[in-house]
């Protein structure tokens, strides 16, 4: 499957259809506790995919906080005093994708030199990205569940287990409101967006040092 956006062109490594991946109309009558669980384990020895799941609620929250805030930056700890950060872009109210930020930098030419300037761009760089993000709303509705899969494109990079503390931060600063004030401020100010502060405001979540 092809993704084509403004900008943006890669080969994407999921369907975005539950459809296409599940047997729907069997999971359908399933309870939900029974349809979570072959979630995870369906994917639990894949060392490129990590899945997971968050409520109606959840999910229609995050839908609405994205619309006017589309980036984020999400550090991934590789230990004590040692990160990177990701840089993530709603490029859809389903799917995310989320990008070194060194690399996404050097595609960009909205961004600036430094951490502080442009990040609030809502132009899509056209850099394969580390992880993709895609939500499943198929089930919302008849059981207050939205199935969430991880792909994780560049493993070289960031493992399964990073990638699962990743995506909780990210689902934590669209859904938290004490959180999320900090991504609206990336988008909406970035200029006020104080890279320093974030991270030490955040880093009991974090764990950086």
């Known amino acids: 499957m092809i993704i084509t956006r403004p900008k943006l062109t890669f080969s994407y490594p999921s369907s975005r259809k539950l459809g296409d991946i599940v047997k729907l109309r069997l999971l359908e009558k399933l309870p939900r506790r029974r349809i979570i669980e072959i979630w995870k ?21 995050i839908n609405s906080n994205q619309r006017q805030n589309r980036n984020f930056i999400v550090p991934v700890r590789k230990g004590v005093n040692r990160y990177y950060n990701l840089f993530s872009q709603f490029i859809s109210e389903k799917i995310v994708l989320m990008t070194a930020l060194e690399r996404y930098k050097q595609y960009s030419s909205k961004l600036g030199s430094s951490v502080r300037e442009g990040l609030g761009s809502r132009e899509v760089n056209n850099g394969t ?3 993709v993000v895609t939500m499943y709303d198929e089930l919302k509705n008849t059981h207050d569940l939205v199935l969430v899969k991880m792909d994780i494109v560049n493993d070289k990079d960031i493992n399964k287990k990073e990638s699962e503390v990743v995506l909780s931060h990210l689902l934590s600063f669209y859904t938290d409101f004490n959180l999320f004030r900090w991504v609206k401020t990336f988008n909406n100010n970035p200029r006020d967006f104080i890279y320093n502060d974030y991270i030490k405001e955040n880093n009991k979540m974090f764990n950086l040092s």
């Open 41 to 61: 384990q369906n994917y639990m020895e894949d060392s490129w995919v990590y899945t997971d799941y968050i409520t109606k609620e959840q999910y229609e929250r």
């Open 129 to 131: 990205p580390d992880l």
